[in-house]
């Protein structure tokens, strides 16, 4: 399309749950589209492995095919919609868009943040937009937020709820008192959870968008492989119901921290502060915390999937390609990752053993005299002190569950002192930590 | 500034709060914002009645000027930020900065509300921007989120928490068990609330706001005077802790809906689920929720004043204006209330009376017998169904408070309900009315 134009033509690749939002969103929403964009959105191809499937939406004028080239080199599209997901084919699907000089939009979590960088130079080189509001946090335009609204900022810190089944499982395990497994059966029945779970609940999921979210807050290169990632799997009712008992909530965050100059980036299961804003974040929801040193914290929340809400964040991204178009402006008028990639420089990556915080510890101890001690000796030792110590049940010479709260201490500290707790011989299994975040406002 | 230029000339209006964190932000963040805008973001003057008193902070090659035309007529000012406040003589300054092919940035919420039609028409003609993201909810990017991260979405309902003084006197109130004067003395001690308190507390504040947030979301002209205000001034401690026992916040909302084909814009005191998002919203934070019909609810959290937070916005919007000029895009390329202003049509207001809701009810009645089965049977012969009811205090012969909560109920029957139950002997004063948002999840 041309400044003067009054069509944008958009081709669609993938056509599973989000191709069908995009669909359905471009042919209900044309009128406002159009007066909004200030051009009208048409949808004019979608490729398909099976184009011949009825999806249940008026498709006149659009053509459905099973040859992705023809979106990617359609003389009829100026927008290419990749919304097939994953690492291959779609990396190459994009790159042959950029190369013929299409504007891609897409929705790819994966793609942006395993082989974003590469992409983000090519579309550079084409002079074409790569935008992807959707890949994050769904229908909540934090993308948008942290490279446009927050321009001005230094971001210090990022927290994200990130995942919506892993917020979904943990949320449920606290209302209904219910053990990891049955709530994550529930899940994958409800079709919250995929039928192999590992993306969402190991955290892999969330660590892709994190790795989107801290390139442009921070102004780095997209980093995944620079993510320490743990997921939900070991969060147990006894955590739960024991967090609840003192005011927090767990939640798998995303956290981008920048300190004395060094970066953090993890995700993992965080005990924050059940009346703080990211506490109050239920169910399947997302939500995203920001803090810039001058905007102070800021917080954005809303669906991080499904059909439409994706939609919405893939639309937006349209109508910013249609209204550029329109005005006349080149495309890159905003840096992709906040600033333009020869000023992005790669951070130093600070050592999880630095993070200094607060930890909740759970141990299996032998209910026998002596057991206390030999613990607290040990945590006396290492210089770490204790906020509350609760033994849960009653077994005398059986197994019991032993929950700590710690003051703060420095990370490597804390793991020091449980190698040696681990040891003792009261003492069984693994400790079980899971980090507080206690200025989760 | 031309394409091509390396510099945005930025001069300011007005050297109070906003216009000293303005300044602050264009020195301490030039090296990001050169970054991320692409081209440097330079202030050259600045227009204050007091240009002699020192703000602290350095201003080498800024002039210092009591004339406000040197900064809406000068040569070396590109955009003019008015940070005046106010309607006169903000308006006319504004004026002049257009007229002269200036572009503007503002942060006053009541020129906007009020004169924004006009304004926006002048800027349209004059090929200049006139952005006011700051003008609502302080660092919250709510302006750009509605014009454009929801563009593809009918927004059905906005609801905000608008006033950071009435969000800070009804969360002292609560968490201290303090009475609305006490509360309201102790904010005018700390600052956070006027000697004359009426704009903040009367809800005119929050109207400003809320004129502003349905414009953009509905596509409706700037309807300020359509808006019914109540403020909080008549929210008892009793009522505070009525809602808390209930599992409610009371919330000073700004509320925009779409019914029917109709839109109802309310600014009053609201009772919200305590576990909602927006019951979680304490202190002088705002947010702001919003439903679209693809988006699903998403919500805006942040603070909604202060010299930092304002400035953060008021900078996003430079960067803004710099980043089209820097592309080659016409000014324009958004439309400013969303859709453009030939577009725009003036909506049907709903009859307050049509609102279909449920109301928490708070009555002073003579504890003797009988009270009660007057007043249910005036609520059954209205058809209005209770939902809870509790007499605190026990005082026979003395006047004590009755609090009940309804089922839904059209408010029009509500209010003819309480009209007879205030003729009743044994009910002294008028009734007190707050409406009940269910679903503000």
């Given at each position: 399309m041309e400044s003067g134009m009054q069509t944008l033509r958009v081709g669609i690749l993938g056509f599973g749950t989000v191709g069908r939002g995009v669909a359905r969103m471009l042919r209900d929403q044309a009128d406002i589209l159009q007066q909004r964009a200030g051009v009208a959105l048409q949808l004019t191809a979608i490729a398909t492995?099976?184009?011949?499937?009825?999806?249940?939406i008026p498709l006149d004028g659009v053509t459905l095919t099973d040859d992705a080239a023809r979106v990617t080199a359609?003389?009829?599209?100026d927008v290419v919609c990749e919304l097939i997901g994953g690492l291959d084919p779609a990396e190459s699907l994009v790159r042959d868009a950029l190369g013929n000089g299409k504007h891609v939009v897409t929705a790819n979590k994966a793609l942006i943040a395993e082989r974003g960088n590469g992409l983000i130079e090519l579309a550079a080189a084409n002079n074409c937009e790569l935008l992807f509001e959707a890949s994050t946090a769904g229908a909540i335009p934090i993308i948008k937020a942290l490279r446009?609204?927050?321009?001005g900022n230094r971001i210090n810190r990022i927290q994200g709820i990130l995942n919506g089944t892993c917020n979904y499982i943990l949320t449920e395990m606290r209302e209904k008192g219910l053990p990891y497994e049955q709530v994550l059966a529930e899940a994958q029945r409800l079709g919250y959870?995929?039928?192999?779970?590992t993306f969402d609940v190991g955290g892999f999921d969330a660590a892709h968008k994190l790795t989107i979210l801290a390139a442009i807050g921070f102004g780095i290169p997209l980093s995944y492989d620079k993510i320490q990632v743990e997921g939900i799997?070991?969060?147990s009712d006894v955590d739960i119901a024991w967090a609840t008992e003192m005011g927090y909530r767990i939640k798998l965050l995303g956290i981008a921290n920048r300190v004395d100059g060094e970066v953090e980036l993890r995700v993992q299961p965080t005990l924050v502060a059940a009346n703080s804003m990211l506490g109050a974040v239920e169910g399947v929801f997302n939500a995203v915390r920001v803090e810039g040193d001058f905007s102070g914290p800021t917080l954005y929340y809303g669906r991080g999937a499904g059909e439409e809400p994706t939609a919405s964040a893939v639309v937006a991204d349209l109508v910013d390609i249609a209204r550029n178009i329109k005005s006349g402006g080149a495309a890159?008028?905003?840096?992709?990752?906040?600033?333009?990639l020869a000023d992005l420089s790669a951070p130093v990556f600070r050592s999880p053993g630095e993070h200094f915080g607060a930890y909740y510890l759970r141990l299996s101890v032998i209910d026998k005299p002596g057991v206390l001690a030999d613990i607290t000796a040990l945590l006396k030792k290492h210089d770490i002190s204790i906020d509350a110590l609760v033994q849960r049940g009653r077994s005398p010479n059986e197994a019991v569950p032993l929950v700590m709260v710690t003051h703060e201490a420095r990370e490597a500290q804390m793991l020091a002192c449980l190698a040696e707790i681990e040891q003792l011989p009261l003492v069984e299994s693994k400790a079980h930590m899971i980090r507080i975040e206690e200025d989760a406002a």
């Open positions: 492995r099976t184009p011949g499937r009825d999806r249940g359609g003389d009829d599209v446009e609204s927050l321009a959870a995929e039928a192999d779970p799997a070991e969060i890159g008028r905003t840096p992709l990752l906040g600033a333009p």
